[in-house]
């Protein structure tokens, strides 16, 4: 079992920044890819961006590709997702998720919402 706990959402003016941080336990993650997603109201579930625990690759959305940065302190057993040069339709529930291999993210966290105004 992984627990996810993201914490750092918050209200910031459109081109602010914010950082994001998902702690992990339970488990080594080792293997795992880590997940950022988010939900707007009235709107499904989207993913934002992922990293590889072990080799530290990243994927981005396009719709966040140059304003987000995923990174990971192994130490810490913590993802984080900078954003910057934030827009008002960012504006979401955001949520860390963990996989394993291939398989769908089926480890989730609680969620943090963020609010940017215009």
């Known amino acids: 079992q992984v627990q996810l706990v993201e914490s750092g959402g918050g209200l910031v003016q459109a081109g602010g920044s914010l950082r994001l941080s998902c702690a992990a336990s339970g488990r080594t993650l080792s293997g795992y890819t880590m997940g950022w997603f988010r939900q707007a109201p009235g709107k499904e579930r989207e993913y934002v961006g992922s990293?590889?625990?072990?080799?530290?690759?990243?994927y981005y959305a396009d719709s966040v590709k140059g304003r987000f940065t995923i990174s990971k302190d192994k130490t810490r057993n913590t993802v984080f997702l900078q954003m910057n040069s934030l827009k008002p339709e960012d504006t979401a529930v955001y949520y860390c998720a963990a996989k394993i291999g291939t398989t769908n993210y089926n480890y989730w966290g609680q969620g943090t919402q963020v609010t940017v105004s215009p």
């Open positions: 990293i590889g625990w072990s080799r530290g690759a990243t």
